[in-house]
């Protein structure tokens, strides 16, 4: 089982036969085969009984108010449940319906908002704020500091300070106009780019050039394009809506909770105002495996929502790093996508692994329950098993043992490579090489071509190998633009 924390992307040759114009007219990439329904897989049934079996006990030991989870996969919410109370008192369940205040996932929805309005050519990622917001200044960390960009708000490199003040302690929060006026008495921590730091200040910004940019305000701006195109019907902002869960402080030493406050989060929504449902996080999780161009249920389109999912900006450890709004993390050579959130009395967690189209949540009412951890644990077990009874696997092309001639030592002016026969494939080394770990494997793609495949991105990682033959004789391995000559 894979050990999983939230969050932080990171040879040789194209062969050419002397083959005829039906052999360059294959498919440049396999066929896939069909995904499994994993509704009546029998693993992820086991894996729910797990899980269902573990979360029941933390509720019961822990003495937790209540859980909602949940996993997606493509686009179906393929397993949900409430655990627990949405209010303990009036003995309320927990259900997939129960809205919860998504605190921090609001940056998702701002960051996916100014993306949006870049491909509307409205603004651009490397834009200084001051653009849009001409009163946007603050005391820089050193004085030749460049300005601070709309990219750096998102990818917290702005050096912004975390907060516009005492608000999650008095838990009120600042109007735009307060925040207009606070801003310019603030003094940057860092310098912009020069390390990650988080910052709700920054996307509080960034919510405000939103609204300068599409003449809406936030809230209305997410209900037209991405609300509303996606049918999250019960997401809102900043609103004390029917079917909240009952928001619960931390346990205290004698077992008792307080029941915090509805608090509005005004000038900083964009922050942290979003309230949504586990249905309605799955709509949104859902948009970031669609490719295409923007429109309808698209909320973005390909390009735009690679750029978001790369790394951007990395933690100083490189444990984890900052996409467009998305967390990024590597566990075991895989990456995590989401984000978290913590609001009086809701603590939340999404995670996503893009590769498998698999996301999972995990939202509480409470501010001791550890999402992340429940996130963490749901991934591993449900997520995990999901993503097995989905996977889209390649249609391979048939070992043909003729290939075994392609075997043999190939010489250019940089070096030799060696095509060696192993069982049903052929990899290349570097036969003076110390070691043989990074060896390359040529993927059969049809009408006697190869695609490289290698581990690391160096050389023709991903292009064509072809191999050239003449009088019945291999004579030459090409490898995308550059070629070697067989000797042996």
Do not use: C
């Amino acid at each position: 089982m894979r050990t999983y924390r939230p969050f932080s992307n990171f040879g040789l040759v194209v062969l050419i036969a002397a083959m005829g114009a039906a052999q360059l007219a294959a498919p440049s990439r396999p066929l896939l085969a069909q995904a499994s329904d994993p509704a009546s897989d029998p693993e992820v049934q086991a894996q729910v009984r797990l899980f269902t079996a573990w979360l029941e006990s933390q509720v019961a030991y822990r003495g937790l108010p209540g859980v909602v989870v949940g996993v997606v996969a493509g686009d179906d919410l393929v397993w949900a449940r409430g655990f627990g109370y949405a209010d303990v008192e009036q003995r309320r369940p927990m259900e997939t319906s129960t809205r919860f205040r998504m605190a921090s996932h609001s940056k998702l929805f701002t960051a996916t908002a100014i993306m949006q309005l870049r491909e509307e050519g409205k603004l651009r990622l490397d834009d200084p704020v001051s653009d849009y917001l001409p009163w946007f200044s603050v005391r820089p960390a050193s004085p030749d500091d460049p300005p601070i960009t709309l990219e750096h708000l998102l990818t917290h490199s702005s050096g912004l300070p975390r907060e516009a003040g005492p608000h999650w302690s008095d838990w009120e929060f600042p109007t735009e106009e307060e925040l207009i006026a606070l801003v310019p008495e603030r003094q940057a921590a860092f310098s912009p780019e020069v390390r990650w730091k988080y910052s709700n200040l920054a996307y509080t910004i960034a919510g405000m050039v939103i609204e300068e940019v599409s003449g809406m305000s936030w809230a209305e701006y997410l209900q037209v394009n991405i609300f509303d195109p996606l049918g999250m019907s019960s997401s809102s902002v900043d609103r004390d809506v029917p079917g909240l869960a009952t928001p619960y402080g931390r346990r205290m030493p004698d077992g008792t909770r307080d029941v915090a406050p509805f608090v509005d989060a005004r000038g900083m929504a964009a922050a942290t105002g979003l309230t949504s449902t586990v249905e309605d996080m799955a709509k949104f999780v859902s948009a970031q495996f669609r490719t295409g161009a923007r429109g309808g249920d698209r909320l973005l389109s390909t390009a735009s929502l690679r750029e978001m999912h790369r790394v951007r900006m990395l933690e100083s450890t490189w444990t984890r790093g900052q996409g467009i709004g998305f967390a990024v993390s590597r566990v075991d050579g895989r990456l995590y996508h989401g984000h978290g959130g913590g609001y009086p009395g809701n603590t939340t967690q999404t995670v996503i692994q893009l590769d498998d189209r698999v996301g999972v949540f995990a939202l509480t009412n409470t501010n001791d329950s550890d999402p992340g951890q429940i996130a963490r644990q749901l991934m591993e077990t449900v997520g995990e098993a999901v993503a097995a009874a989905t996977k889209v696997e390649p249609l391979k092309v048939a070992w043909d043992p003729s290939w075994a001639r392609f075997a043999g030592l190939y010489r250019s002016l940089w070096g030799d490579s060696q095509v060696v026969l192993m069982n049903e494939k052929l990899v290349v080394i570097t036969p003076n090489a110390s070691d043989i770990d990074a060896s390359v494997e040529l993927e059969p793609v049809g009408g006697g071509r190869f695609r490289m495949t290698a581990p690391t991105g160096g050389g023709a990682v991903g292009e064509i190998v072809r191999f050239v033959e003449r009088d019945g004789q291999v004579v030459r391995m090409i490898t995308g633009d550059s070629f070697a000559d067989r000797v042996r």
